[in-house]
């Protein structure tokens, strides 16, 4: 695979998330988002593990939200950062897409 030298964001290289997503690509996806980057409109599709997906879902009556929680968990994990460079289109819940927002 070609590597490019450009980076975009905090840590986030063009290679990477292309890497990422022909890796993920290959296999159906269960639980995960997909989305394109914003830098680049590249398609992103991201496997999301467990935990973070139960984070991802997580909402209380009060409204109380552990998204950032989840994002920060992907970005330490893959290197991908979610918040402000990745558009959200879909939600892969139990490999069913369900329209984000």
Request: net charge negative; glycine share 8%.
């Given at each position: ?5 450009s980076r975009l964001g905090k840590d986030l290289t063009v290679s990477l998330i292309k890497w ?40 209380t009556v009060t409204g109380e939200e552990k998204w950032n929680t989840m994002c920060d968990m ?28």
């Open positions: 695979m070609h590597v490019e030298e990422y997503t022909m890796y993920i690509m290959e296999k159906e996806m269960n639980n995960g988002i997909i989305g394109t980057h914003l830098a680049t409109n590249q398609p992103v599709e991201l496997e999301l593990t467990p935990q973070e997906m139960e984070l991802g879902l997580y909402k992907v970005l330490a994990r893959t290197g991908i950062e979610i918040i402000g460079q990745i558009e959200i289109d879909y939600m892969v819940v139990d490999g069913y897409k369900h329209v984000f927002h």
